[in-house]
């Protein structure tokens, strides 16, 4: 089982940035930015989509990160539009509670398209728990 937890963001930082691994920022005046909280409980030891959903509205992704309580091999967690990855290479979690940021290749999400976070696990041993998956969006109109 997992929460779903849309929370709207007035971020105050200013700027805007390029594709990279680190969030932009966004004036307290930008409209429409809002964190998508996926919290993940539970322990996983292969490859699974724990978290499936459909896109309420028109976003631009500006932001993906990536933490867990525990961690183990090597695990990776990629989200993906319609079954295509919107990152340039999956998130690798090396070490619990450290957040991981990714790098967005495709930032736009269409109205009502499949969404899926994938976690993919290898090497000896490997698990994930207790994963949180933050998506920084702003809502297009």
Request: hydrophobic share 45%; glycine share 8%.
């Amino acid at each position: 089982m997992f929460i779903v937890a849309l929370i709207f963001l007035p971020l105050p930082l200013s700027g805007t940035g390029s594709a990279s691994a680190a969030t932009p920022n966004y004036p307290e005046t930008a409209p429409g930015i809002q964190a998508i909280v996926l919290p993940i409980q539970g322990t996983y030891t292969s490859t699974v989509i724990p978290v499936r959903w459909t896109a309420p509205f028109k976003m631009r992704i500006i932001g993906v990160s990536v933490s867990a309580r525990d961690v183990s091999g090597t695990v990776t967690v990629d989200i993906k539009e319609a079954g295509t990855s919107i990152l340039s290479s999956a998130i690798t979690c090396a070490s619990a509670n450290v957040t991981y940021e990714g790098t967005i290749s495709d930032s736009y999400i269409a109205d009502e398209a499949a969404v899926t976070v994938v976690f993919t696990l290898s090497g000896g041993s490997p698990h994930i728990t207790d994963a949180t998956v933050v998506l920084t969006i702003r809502r297009m109109y």
